[in-house]
């Protein structure tokens, strides 16, 4: 059974940091085939993405509103990407979720997501 398990969200002031760790489980290749994306939606909006990085981690890309302030990055050896996110901001809250694919003509897997509040 495919599992994608996100953790490390909460309540942060403005101008903190998180750190968010997504664990996949179950896949038919090994994890570290798959690339990963970041996605975030806010109450009201649309789902949007915040990161991705390719499966070998030697690629990455960023929302314009995050450049600058979040990381994403992958330990293959613990079958782990993480998102690390600086100098947040209000607007930065929303549920995220992390979401794995093998390829682009593949299913596209996602876990159940994790709540980022930053609010004073």
């Known amino acids: 059974q495919v599992q994608l398990v996100e953790s490390g969200g909460g309540l942060v002031q403005p101008g903190g940091s998180l750190r968010l760790s997504c664990t996949g489980s179950?896949?038919?290749?090994?994890?570290?085939?798959?690339?990963v994306t970041w996605y975030r939606q806010a109450p009201g909006k649309e789902r949007e993405l915040v990161a991705a990085?390719?499966?070998?981690?030697?690629?990455?890309n960023y929302a314009n509103s995050v450049k600058g302030r979040f990381t994403i990055s992958r330990d293959n050896a613990k079958d782990t990407v993480y998102l690390e996110m600086n100098s947040l901001k209000v607007e930065d809250t929303a549920v995220y979720y992390c979401?794995?694919?093998?390829?682009?003509?593949?299913?596209?897997?996602w876990g159940q997501g994790t709540q980022v509040t930053v609010s004073s």
């Open positions: 979401s794995a694919q093998w390829a682009v003509w593949t299913s596209r897997y």
């Open positions: 179950g896949f038919t290749y090994s994890f570290s085939t798959y690339a």
């Open positions: 990085i390719t499966a070998a981690g030697g690629s990455t």
